[in-house]
């Protein structure tokens, strides 16, 4: 690999370091308001909505399409994430009386 192509390479990776520091960020987020939910749920039973999965699964598809990003990869990262976090409630589930 000439110079050039190694210090683009650096920049670029260098960018996705960034951008994954966001990332984290938004994780952190999101498992606070994950955790808001699993505060009202009831039931173990209620930790797993296949409906609201169907649904977010075919909106991240539409949304992945419109911006031109290949929705299979989309797909994988939100199936992974969601099943990340069913585990998660599953973990921190509290029975309620």
Request: glycine residues 0%.
């Amino acid at each position: 690999m000439s110079p050039l192509k190694k210090r683009k390479l650096s920049k670029i990776r260098s960018d996705l370091d960034k951008l994954d520091n966001s990332l984290i960020k938004i994780i952190k987020k999101r498992t606070n308001l994950v955790k808001k939910v699993l505060a009202l749920k009831e039931k173990r039973k209620q930790i797993v909505d296949q409906k609201r999965i169907n649904l977010i699964l075919k909106n991240i598809k539409k949304k992945s399409i419109k911006n031109k990003i290949d929705p299979k990869i989309t797909h994988r990262i939100w199936k992974n994430m969601i099943l990340a976090y069913i585990d998660f409630e599953r973990r921190n589930f509290k029975k309620r009386k």
